[in-house]
């Protein structure tokens, strides 16, 4: 018989074995474990085939094991018990003392909106953890997937199949443009709009494409001035133009802070898009992993 012919065994054949070693009886062995004695039997002349060994032999009323048997009870009985107890234990996770690094992916926009709270909930609740931040693109989800990255937080638009979604938060287009720009304290006309000189970002991560399917379907054409990868410069180039962008309203708060900027409504139907955290099975039941994801969600929808 080949390797591969042999019998599989399950962790209940092992706890028969296990108690029929104790108690040298079939009917007591069904009785201890709740079962019948057939089913004992069949377990038993499994485990003979696997372990090629008799293993238990009558002797008058009793079973008595072989010495293939005495060799195994001893390191079956720790295996089980190991078994055991990985299922009793829950590893616990103290955030204070932990020290692990997470391979966050983000978006630019999320460099801006969502790090900072997170690296500053961090510094305070789990200051040994680290945080290996990786842009947010198309290849994303294959990282994920292949172990590469942890966490991704952003607009996914096309998540992998069988990975994990949360939505954080729910966001929405608006005008971003100078305080003093002469479409600034009013509604903006939809064709003052499409003829304003536009600033988008075509990058990692953004919303581009939601945008690009806004204009469609109002039936306009932008002018398009400046074409950037990234948010960064954007707040410089308006303050100092008749520029307009167009960007989610998280980052717009976060850009009106130090900026002489202000917003306005876009004038055409724009769609509100999900903000989420995504991640891969495999990380569905780690302590810190979860808690890392529980944290990030508190955060955002405080």
Known sequence: MTESQRTAVDLQHLKIFLELFRQRSVSRTAETLDTTQPRISIALGKLRQ????????????????????????????EAVRLIDQSGETVPEFSPQDASRKFRVALADAGTLVTLPGIVEYLRRQAPHLTLDIRPLDLETPERIEHGDIDLAIGYMG???????????????????????????????????????????????????????????????????????????????????????????????????????????????CTPTFSISQHWHPRSQHDVAHAWLRKSILEMNRS
């Open 50 to 77: 696997h372990y090629r060994d008799p293993l238990f032999v009558r002797s008058g009323q009793t079973m008595q094991p072989t010495v293939r048997a005495i060799e195994l009870s001893r390191p079956l009985l």
């Open 158 to 268: 096309q998540s992998k199949r069988g990975l994990y979604r949360q939505v954080l938060f729910k966001d929405k287009f608006v005008c971003l443009l100078r305080t003093d720009h002469p479409l600034a304290g009013a509604a903006i006309a939809t064709s003052a709009y499409a003829a304003s000189q536009h600033i988008l970002v075509d990058g990692n991560g953004s919303s581009l494409a939601l945008l690009r399917r806004a204009f469609r379907d109002a039936r306009i054409a932008v002018e398009t001035a400046v074409v950037t990868p990234s948010y960064f410069g954007i707040p410089e180039m308006l303050a100092a133009t008749d520029l307009i962008a167009t960007v989610p309203e998280r980052l717009a708060a976060v850009l009106l802070r130090n900026h002489p900027l202000t917003t306005a409504p876009v004038p055409i």
